[in-house]
């Protein structure tokens, strides 16, 4: 699956028309990260946090590229939205993803570990600008221990 993007394009969708006699600007304009991943693991820390990894080879701090997602399970109930309290991009080139503003995870399945465990997030960043950025992700695989 390596290549394989998050359905992640972070955009800021906006450009609006401007101009008059058939001037105008149009279009949308993107901050493009690089979201390739070829592993994804979800591993259980505590008894109240997931941390989703999505990464190129092992998984390691350096390694680390496409993203990390962290949700908070305390209150878990399958199929409803939890809140995320991290969603980092951790790059070779150190560009990381805008101020988180808000982010929520979906499980389709119960906390089991050794079991699977798939499902979604979304998260909502703002930049330095004020603009607002969105990206969205699925995942499927074993629900680890912490190590």
Known sequence: MRGLPLGLLMCFLGLAGCGDG???LS??????????FDTVTI????TSTIRIDYSVGPVTQSELRAAIVVCDVANFVRGQEMPATDVRHIAPDGVGFPTLAEAACVFNDDLVVGANLSGSFHARFVTEAGTERALMGDFDGTLEAAQ
């Open 22 to 24: 058939g001037k105008e």
């Open 27 to 36: 279009g949308s304009i993107c901050a493009i990260y690089d979201c390739s």
């Open 43 to 46: 591993r259980l820390q505590g």
